[in-house]
């Protein structure tokens, strides 16, 4: 099996892939968007709301903030996640640019 060479590709494209990865789950985008229209932290309420085991919904929230896209705080016996302002601007300005490079087809196929 070959190596996967991310060396020779930028920082950007690299990092753009990377978050692309964690987001890559319908489980994920869920979580995402809950945590976006609550706009506030979650601590706790997302078995009810996906109807997901907690130990699933642990690891997509681990694969999150692994990429950085939310953070978690600990509130007592909870763990509270809510976006990551940096890194969500980031995902939003790099998806954006990488959109807005295409200028309409050529007729090439």
């Keep these: 099996?070959?190596?996967t060479k991310t060396e020779?590709?930028?920082?950007e494209q690299n990092r753009l892939a990377l978050l692309l990865k964690a987001i890559a789950h319908p489980a994920r985008i869920a979580i995402l968007q809950h945590i976006i229209a609550a706009n506030a932290c979650i601590c706790g309420d997302l078995v009810d709301e996906l109807g997901l085991a907690?130990?699933?919904?642990?690891?997509?929230?681990?694969?999150l903030k692994n990429a950085g896209i939310i953070q978690g705080t600990i509130e007592g016996v909870k763990v509270?996640?809510?976006?990551?302002?940096?890194?969500?601007?980031?995902?939003?300005?790099?998806?954006?640019n990488f959109f807005a490079a295409y200028k309409g087809?050529?007729?090439?196929c």
Excluded at 8 to 11: A, G, K, L, P, Q
Excluded at 80 to 89: G, H, N, R, V
Excluded at 105 to 108: A, F, L, N
């Design 1 to 3: 099996m070959g190596i």
């Design 8 to 11: 020779i590709f930028s920082e």
């Design 54 to 63: 907690q130990a699933t919904i642990s690891q997509h929230l681990k694969e």
């Design 80 to 96: 509270c996640y809510c976006i990551e302002p940096k890194t969500w601007s980031l995902l939003q300005a790099q998806l954006g």
């Design 105 to 108: 087809s050529t007729g090439c």
